[in-house]
């Protein structure tokens, strides 16, 4: 399966006003990518903007074609594993377990895979992995149309599926920066995104009607055969027209230098913490979906897939508009994630099923604007050599935390409700989108100020002692 929420992928390349903390950090690398992708091979690479532009690449049109297919099957197959725990189970925390197992891994491996992303061929690395994550879904598929299906095999997927994540998605998000090319970087991140919610409207929607027909075996078979796209997507790209990386060579203290990269540079560290707040806390989507769907509203996988296909509406609405988007700004990262956090509180005391499924629109659309933002931040400001253990940190941080959130937040929506357990994920989420905004200010040296003139609200950051505005796009 595809992994990660929206799938998040390539970095983008900077201008002078881009970096959150200043313009001298910004054009060391925006200077670094520029030599690491002038030595590539001539690819016809597109020079006008464009909401699709990247998709004018042959090879990236190829790998965007294939994804799009095995995520469909992916959002297929999570809406089908869901509600089979929790059919076999009957208990919200199962599902939380599931979840939690598929990413597990990304906590205790995560920054090894960043290694192995960053010194192999990725190509190469993705046809194995791709290939494993089918054979994965396949495996579940004969299991349950055989009648023998139990949970703990369930569980074992699950895990396994995670430990092939683990290398894969710091391999495919670094991999698109080859495809694309230095020019279409920031385009290619957020139409990944896009392709990934795309899919999410679709697949939900026949997972619905595959559970209530035939049986969930049949999602779970097609969704290990939707990774035939992929693959043949991978097998008929021109690699003479991939942009050639520099690969760092084996050695020993890789993974600490990574670490230390990070440690000291509040433009990355600012936002993996709140992906990690927000990850462990805010995204446990299949828990609280399903406890509002059958214990709340009395409901059964149809209305699991509604809830699925809402989120997914106002996700790719946002990952839409940020493909329009020129710069990535923190402040937008601190604002949608204050508003998301928010709006889960407010949402799970929705009194009627109408209410609690329009506001899912508005979570959807600030959950993914966050990620977004998030993301090309941190991707933005790695230097090249550095990015696939930088992203494999990033993803380590936003997924590997659900080992720790899932069964807890599972927990408290088995013993004090649904409402509860959704209320307690915002307000985690808002707590922390407000901290880490508070301290990157202080960090960066200004405050924020409001603007209400005009009879239109404008956040801004000014120096804490004077009056004119930062340069900087904090």
């Known amino acids: 399966m595809s992994s990660g929420s929206g799938a998040d992928s390539a970095p983008a390349p ?58 469909i099957g992916t959002w297929m197959s999570r809406i089908t594993q869901d509600w089979l725990v929790l059919s076999l189970t009957g208990s919200s925390a199962a599902v939380g377990i599931t979840t939690a197992l598929q990413f597990l891994p990304m906590l205790l491996f995560g920054l090894y895979g960043g290694v192995i992303a960053d010194r192999y061929p990725k190509r190469q690395i993705l046809l194995v992995t791709q290939a494993a994550m089918g054979l994965c879904g396949l495996s579940l598929a004969l299991l349950t149309l055989s009648g023998h299906v139990q949970v703990w095999h369930v569980y074992l997927i699950a895990f396994l599926l995670g430990m092939v994540t683990v290398v894969d998605n710091p391999s495919r998000q670094s991999f698109v920066s080859e495809m694309v090319g230095p020019s279409q970087l920031r385009n290619a991140v957020s139409l990944n995104s896009a392709n990934f919610q795309s899919a999410r409207l679709i697949g939900p929607a026949v997972a619905g009607v595959l559970i209530t027909t035939v049986g969930s075996g049949y999602a779970f078979l097609l969704n290990g055969l939707s990774f035939l796209a992929p693959l043949a997507g991978l097998l008929l790209m021109r690699q003479s027209e991939l942009f050639k990386v520099e690969r760092v060579p084996r050695g020993k203290g890789q993974l600490r230098e990574g670490l230390r990269y990070v440690r000291g540079k509040p433009e990355l560290i600012g936002p993996i913490v709140l992906v990690g707040f927000i990850g462990t806390f805010g995204f446990n989507f299949p828990i609280w979906l399903t406890a509002f769907a059958h214990e709340v509203f009395h409901s059964g996988a149809g209305l699991y897939s509604f809830f699925n296909i809402l989120m997914a509406v106002g996700s790719l609405a946002a990952a839409l508009l940020a493909a329009r988007r020129r710069s990535s700004r923190l ?7 204050v508003g998301f956090g928010l709006l889960e509180v407010l949402v799970a005391f929705a009194p009627s099923v109408w209410l609690f499924s329009l506001l899912l629109l508005p979570i959807g659309m600030l959950g993914m604007t966050t990620n977004i933002s998030a993301n090309t931040s941190v991707q933005m400001a790695a230097d ?30 088995d013993t004090y409700g649904a409402r509860v357990g959704f209320a307690t994920g915002g307000a985690v989420s808002l707590i922390a989108a407000a901290t880490i905004g508070v301290i990157l200010t202080r960090v960066v040296g200004v405050r924020i100020k409001i603007d209400l003139r005009g009879g239109r609200p404008h956040v801004d950051l000014v120096p804490r002692a004077a009056g004119e505005r930062v340069p900087a796009t904090v």
């Open 384 to 413: 090249p050599m550095m990015r696939g253990r930088v992203m494999s940190l990033y993803m380590m941080v936003f997924v590997g935390g659900t080992p720790v959130g899932g069964p807890l937040l599972g927990w408290v929506t």
């Open 14 to 71: 900077k201008s002078a006003h881009d970096s959150s903390t200043g313009s001298t950090s910004t054009s060391n690398t925006s200077n670094t990518t520029s030599t690491t992708c002038t030595d590539a091979a001539p690819a016809p690479t597109p020079t006008k903007g464009g909401t699709f532009s990247s998709l004018k690449i042959r090879n990236y049109r190829l790998f965007a074609t294939g994804a799009v297919v095995s995520n």
């Open 331 to 337: 402040r937008l990262m601190i604002i949608a994630g």
